[in-house]
Structures are given as C-alpha cells and as structure tokens.
C-alpha cells in the first residue's frame, strides 16, 4: 500500500525503512485465497508479482468483480476498517509475490502520519480512483451491451485479456463463456480485434 507513494513523498524518506519492514513478503501459489467472503479482514495486500481477482458468490456462482496485477494495493476495505464481514473472496490467479500489511501495523503507520496532509490526501485520492472504477464497471452494465463492455475491457485493461483464464474474464463481464467466446468470434470476423 505504502510503497506506491514512496517516490511521492521523498521528505519521509526517514520513515520508510520502518514501513517497508512492517511489509511481509510472501509467494502463493495460483488459486491460495488471501481472504475469504464472510471473514474479517486483518490484512492489506500489495502484489510484486502476479495477479489476483476479486470475487463474491452469487447464488453458488462466483463472479468476479476485479482483477489486481503489479504495483496494486487492495484489501477488502470495508471490512479491514471496520472489523465487519467481508464482501468478497481475494484469491491469486497466477503464481504471486505479495507484500502483506498487518491491520496493526497499517494503524502504527496512519498513526505516524497522520498529520502528513500531502500524504493522507494521495491516499483519498487512491480511494477516490477505486471508487471510480467501481461507478463506471456499474454503469457499464446497465448501458452497455456484453460485446461492448468486451470492447471496453480490450481497450482499457489489455492485462485483464492477456492473463486471465476466459472463465474469468466472461465471470467479470457477466456473460457465460459460451457467450464470450461468440463475441470473440463475431468480432475477428469484423476484424475489430
């Protein structure tokens, strides 16, 4: 979480060998759930290496919501600040190497910079990105047609069509794989892709 702002924020210079310690690195595995729905998150993840998804089950079905790849911090947010339930699963894809936070050790580190305000407004704004994202997948899906949420994702997140398994992928378009598969035919057809 913290390393994405190291570059930002070169007057804490002091403070970063700390932080970076507090930071587990860890390899997993494809397919090792990190956090499972229901459970209360303890920990915050930032991925060196690999690739992880996001997702919830819906009604015995997992559908994805998210994909997070090198550089990218997540946690399930809501639960880890608030000690409730978390809403979705958090598991690797490809083989991965991760950099775990402990919740104590992320409150020691708000903790120390709390008065840091350059700091603490990047991390609204990272928020603020997340929460973006999250409008525009939704509103994706009550405008756009399956092939151009597809376009879209082509387009946008070339990673997510390069590394991710198919059943993924129409999981997160929330289309079946039979029905990605058409749209990937219709459109090498058209010679759109």
């Not at 083989?95 to 609204?124: A, G, H, Q, R």
């Not at 990272?126 to 997948?137: A, G, S, T």
């Amino acid at each position: 979480m913290f390393f994405q702002f190291k570059d930002k924020f070169p007057h804490l210079i002091q403070h970063w060998d700390a932080y970076i310690g507090m930071h587990k690195r860890i390899e997993v595995p494809a397919r090792t759930v990190l956090l499972h729905e229901g459970d209360i998150s303890k920990r915050s993840f930032i991925v060196e290496k690999g690739c992880l998804r996001v997702w919830f089950n819906n009604n015995g079905k997992d559908t994805t919501f998210q994909f997070f790849f090198e550089g990218e911090g997540l946690a399930s947010l809501e639960s880890f600040r608030r000690n409730i339930p978390g809403m979705f699963t958090i598991e690797t894809i490809e083989p991965c190497t991760i950099y775990v936070l402990e919740k104590k050790d992320y409150e020691t580190i708000m903790l120390s910079l709390n008065k840091e305000v350059d700091f603490l407004n990047e991390m609204i704004n990272v928020l603020f990105e997340r929460q973006l994202h999250y409008m525009k997948q939704f509103l994706s899906f009550i405008r756009d047609t399956p092939q151009q949420r597809y376009l879209n994702l082509l387009n946008e997140k070339p990673q997510i069509i390069q590394r991710v398994p198919q059943h993924y992928i129409a999981s997160y378009l929330g289309i079946t794989t039979v029905h990605l598969s058409r749209i990937k035919s219709r459109l090498l057809k058209e010679k759109h892709i």
